[in-house]
């Protein structure tokens, strides 16, 4: 196998909705019908860290943040699916049991190998047509508090998630595509216990008690439900029924886009811009993924919008350019001080480089043309050498100099960034896919839609457009490439990474984590600790977290020794803790078949045979 650094090969596509209404059948669906079983899964005991070992396979592989999920999945790899299909199981059920995370009222990138090539496939949420830099400003022309903005229909971008895996379901999937929604249908019709995870969540939760629909769902009698308590979702189910028979156009188009429209256009503090035509018009697309030699391996990750990929590997490029820490790991297998120091000052300078140049391509030009300019080595020696034994400090690490470019660009003020769901999925074909997934904070846009079916429940629309900075430039007047603009994709941090072997090109994992700006930092760890320092999927994953977005540095609350703290504020680190919820999945590929891990800080798990 070959793993193109150029333009993938393409194949010719048949929309889904196209095939539906000639008659043609979807990719090489197979003979036999999916039938779905109900599980005899049970909620995890706790919404807190749990211990866990992970899983080893040999045939295939599924891991996502919710046992129903992976079940779904499992099964559906189990009956001949492809990860394709796997996916589209996984992620129905996921908008129902983890609908604070994601769903099809998000959007969402998927990396894909099909044994001979990697393609992107980018559901990244829209900005409505109508919108311009102000969006977010206020009267007096100051950017809304972050939450104002959030819980409210100013947020909410076109969704992404359905037309995108219908895109990809056209080239690879082998089940019918109707079959794959069978899973969520049945657990909304029949119920599902409500797990500690999406409790903890709602009882901490404010802005969703304001929406009608939300609060007579999720807060009956005024109060939060409880864990293990069995939650039907009638209303969601009948929106799945009409995605499965009609495609992504059921959901883009008709009564139920008309709903999401007049949800938004009409929220009760402040309106949003999303029209019908903005629905109807929006395209999944098929971007050229950016494979990047690191050590003895080809790290293939998301183009931009994200900023993922290029930061991570920007971090993993500068590391190599840095002495070698003797001891990375400490005895009771942490994360020494020395390496911290390093990890974090590469953390600095990539987030410089991230706030300054990365956006939509479709508005915003790479430096020098080409957005692995970022990545070159020399250039990253050059970052490298500004790191020294003391830290470069809150706001000391600058943007660099990757290539020249046709508009100058102001660097993005930091703001919060939350949610998102992973799901890594390797199956008997030869496919492997990674894929997070979300609706950007917990809840969204805090806004329930039922579809027009005036049923109970629904999904929850997205708050995706507050990933656009709410500051269109900076006081010097220049345009940050980050800034609201009608029809652009928000930049995310979303990190879907597939990893080769350079030599022989086979797939060695699948990765990535939910975690908003600190996906970057998980997922960069991650890597280091599986393919340089030898830790297996679920000991990489059971690592403490350790960021910094350039300003003040977070340890994971409760996991590291005094002294560490000590030290790196000795160094001028500005260190503190802080509770680090990542949720990390990752398959790798081993002698035996695979090894699975996920994240000890969530609900979710792996499967496979």
């Not at 992976?70 to 908008?95: E, F, N, P, R, W």
């Not at 206020?138 to 995108?164: I, K, N």
């Not at 490298?384 to 690490?397: K, N």
Request: proline residues 7%.
């Amino acid at each position: 196998m070959t793993l193109p650094a150029t333009p993938f090969r393409r194949r010719l596509l048949v929309p889904v909705t196209a095939a539906l209404m000639l008659g043609l059948p979807l990719a090489a669906q197979a003979e036999v019908a999916f039938q779905y079983d109900l599980p005899a899964i049970a909620p995890e005991v706790a919404s807190e860290t749990q211990e866990k070992s992970g899983w080893a396979t040999e045939r295939f592989a599924v891991a996502a943040a919710n046992p129903l999920a992976t079940d779904a999945g499992y099964q559906v790899l189990k009956a001949g699916g492809s990860a394709v299909d796997a996916a589209v199981a996984v992620q129905m059920v996921l908008t129902l049991v983890e609908p604070q995370s994601s769903g099809i009222g998000g959007g969402a990138f998927l990396m894909h190998h099909d044994g001979e090539a990697v393609a992107a496939y980018d559901g990244r949420e829209t900005a409505p047509a109508a919108v311009n830099g102000e969006l977010f400003l206020d009267e007096a022309g100051e950017p809304l508090d972050f939450m104002e903005a959030a819980a409210s229909g100013l947020s909410v971008g076109v969704p992404g998630t359905v037309r995108m895996l219908e895109l990809a379901h056209a080239e690879y999937g082998r089940l019918p595509w109707a079959e794959l929604f069978g899973p969520a249908i049945r657990l909304a019709e029949e119920g599902f216990a409500v797990s500690p995870r999406l409790a903890t969540s709602l009882a901490s939760e404010q802005p969703l008690r304001d929406d009608p629909l939300g609060s007579a769902f999720y807060y009956p009698d005024g109060e939060p439900l409880q864990a293990g308590v069995t939650l039907k979702n009638p209303a969601l189910a009948a929106i799945l029924r009409e995605i499965a028979e009609r495609g992504s156009q059921a959901l883009h188009e008709g009564a139920i886009a008309e709903d999401l429209v007049a949800r938004v256009q009409g929220h009760h503090s402040r309106g949003g811009a999303i029209t019908a035509e903005d629905l109807a018009g929006y395209a999944a697309k098929r971007r050229d993924p950016i494979c990047t030699a690191w050590q003895a391996y080809e790290v293939c990750g998301f183009p931009p919008p994200t900023s993922g990929h290029l930061t991570v590997m920007q971090i993993l490029g500068i590391l190599e350019h840095l002495p070698e820490v003797e001891s990375p790991l400490d005895d009771d297998q942490g994360l020494s001080e020395p390496w911290l120091h390093q990890f974090l000052e590469a953390s600095r300078l990539a987030f410089a480089d991230r706030g300054r140049y990365i956006g939509d391509p479709d508005f915003v030009e790479a430096p020098g043309g080409d957005w692995s300019v970022m990545l070159d080595p020399d250039y990253l020696a050059l970052r490298a050498g500004l790191i020294g034994e003391e830290s470069l400090g809150s706001g000391g690490a600058e943007p660099g100099n990757p290539g020249e470019l046709a508009t100058a660009w102001a660097s993005q003020p930091e703001q919060p960034e939350y949610g998102t769901s992973h799901i890594s999925i390797v199956d008997e074909h030869g496919n492997a896919l990674a894929m997070t997934t979300t609706i950007e904070a917990a809840f969204g846009s805090r806004i329930l839609a039922d579809g027009g079916t005036g049923l109970a429940g629904g999904y929850l629309l997205n708050n995706e457009l507050t990933d656009f900075s709410f500051t269109p430039q900076d006081e010097d007047g220049q345009p940050i490439a980050n800034r609201v603009e009608p029809n652009k994709r928000p930049r995310s941090s979303m990190s879907p990474t597939l990893v080769f072997d350079r030599e022989s090109g086979e797939l060695v994992a699948s990765l990535g984590s939910p975690g908003g700006a600190a996906i970057i930092h998980y997922t960069a760890k991650a890597l280091v600790a599986m393919l340089d320092w030898g830790l297996d999927a679920q000991e990489a994953l059971n690592l403490p977290h350790a960021i910094t977005l350039g300003g003040p540095v977070f340890l994971e609350e409760g996991r590291f020794p005094a002294e560490t703290l000590e030290a790196l504020n000795a160094r001028g680190h500005d260190a503190s803790e802080r509770e680090l919820v990542s949720g990390l999945q990752a398959i790798q590929r081993t002698e035996a078949g695979f090894f699975g891990g996920a994240d000890p800080r969530r609900e979710g798990v792996v499967m496979g045979e």
